[in-house]
């Protein structure tokens, strides 16, 4: 190794799902949404001019911060956006995990950006355990430590904890920052955001990604009490002003401001979630009670790897995780009913082909 190797960071990045360049690909493996975005976000584009781009973006992020901050009933000072949620979270660990002694703790099976940032910035970690049915168990974050991160509905399991178990958590720990990651809040369970005014280290980060189909755009936030944004928007200015594009700002605005369509998109994949549950079960599979737009599901006789696979062979793109605990999963986005029909036809097929070589 050369001599400036050595003072090089050496880290493990993080792995995101694979995008195809082969748009034909039924893409069911990094949850994003299969409609289009709002009907406004299309005119924003159409009606920019390129000159426009001479200028640096608006640094505040005002309109957008006004924005949600309307769609939410607080006020522009209890909004932080990023670029994307990774870049809200990214920032949250930087600004709020500077605990020396004591570790941050998560899941040990959740995100898997988490323990890369944790690693990035230096940060402390324990990764708690979930029980035998994948729920997060929270006796393994009783005691100090230096910040909590629970996505919830957590990923990839799907499942949703609680609110109260989430205020309980608050309560007893006062001494560090705790993170609600609801990326997919808005396909099942409740909002921690109303607990906010309650509790002042609490931080509940959302995405475009998902229920906005805006994951293209790159566009996060985070709420919370105005101190804490405050020590957020400090980070973010130590580190880059202009983080979000002209463009980005307006297209969020656009998508925020069109609620009939987002509730509609919304009710879409969840009536598409639960008949395909049932389809699920039906072809013999299992999976924890899904609150997202993704199903965790595990199948009775065959690996998950194998079907993965053989599904990709077929151009039906899910993902896979090579893990412990979670090796024998495959987590399936919640596509279009045409979509699902296609996953469901290529499934059948392919146990039923499994099935036919067993019994021979
Ligand atoms: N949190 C969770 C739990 C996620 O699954 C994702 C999506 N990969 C993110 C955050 C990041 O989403 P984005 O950066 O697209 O907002």
Redesign the pocket.
């Given at each position: 190794m050369s001599e400036w190797e050595k003072n090089v960071k050496k880290l493990i990045p993080y792995v995101?799902g694979e995008q195809p360049k082969d748009k034909n690909v039924i893409k069911l493996n990094?949850?994003e949404n299969p409609y289009p975005p709002a009907p406004a976000v299309q005119e924003v584009l159409e009606d920019f001019y390129a000159d426009e781009l001479r200028r640096y973006p608006e640094p505040t992020l005002l309109e957008l911060r006004s924005t949600l901050a309307d769609f939410h009933g607080i006020s522009p000072d209890e909004v932080f956006v990023g670029v994307?949620?990774?870049?809200v979270?990214a920032m949250s660990f930087l600004t709020f995990f500077g605990d020396k002694k004591r570790p941050v703790r998560f899941p040990d099976i959740?995100?898997s950006?988490y323990d890369v940032w944790c690693e990035l910035f230096g940060i402390e970690y324990e990764r708690i355990p979930v029980a035998e049915d994948l729920s997060i168990d929270l006796t393994g974050y009783e005691g100090p430590c230096g910040g909590i991160v629970i996505?919830n509905p957590n990923?990839p399991t799907g499942l949703y904890l609680d609110t109260g178990a989430l205020c309980h958590v608050l309560e007893s720990h006062p001494e560090c920052v705790v993170i609600v990651?609801e990326?997919?809040v808005d396909f099942g369970g409740e909002s921690m955001l109303r607990y906010t005014d309650h509790y002042d280290n609490l931080l509940v980060?959302r995405?475009?990604?998902?229920s906005r189909s805006l994951?293209g755009s790159?566009?996060?936030y985070a709420m919370g009490q105005k101190k804490l944004i405050s020590y957020l928007l400090a980070a973010r200015d130590s580190f880059n002003s202009y983080t979000m594009d002209t463009i980005t700002q307006r297209i969020g605005v656009a998508s925020v401001k069109d609620k009939a369509y987002f509730d509609r998109q919304v009710r879409q994949i969840i009536d598409t979630r639960e008949m395909s549950k049932n389809r699920l079960l039906e072809l013999g599979f299992s999976f924890p009670e899904s609150s997202t737009n993704f199903i965790f599901a595990t199948h009775e006789r065959v690996p998950a790897e194998e079907i993965f696979e053989k599904l990709r062979d077929r151009g039906i793109y899910v993902r896979y995780f090579k893990k412990p605990r979670i090796d024998n999963y495959l987590r399936i986005t919640v596509g279009t009913d045409e979509q699902m029909e296609q996953l469901f036809k290529a499934l059948e097929e392919i146990l039923s082909f499994k099935a036919k070589r067993l019994s021979s």
């Open positions: 995101p990094t949850n994307g949620s990774d870049d979270l959740t995100y950006f996505a990923a990651d990326a997919y980060v995405t475009f990604s998902k994951a790159r566009i996060g």
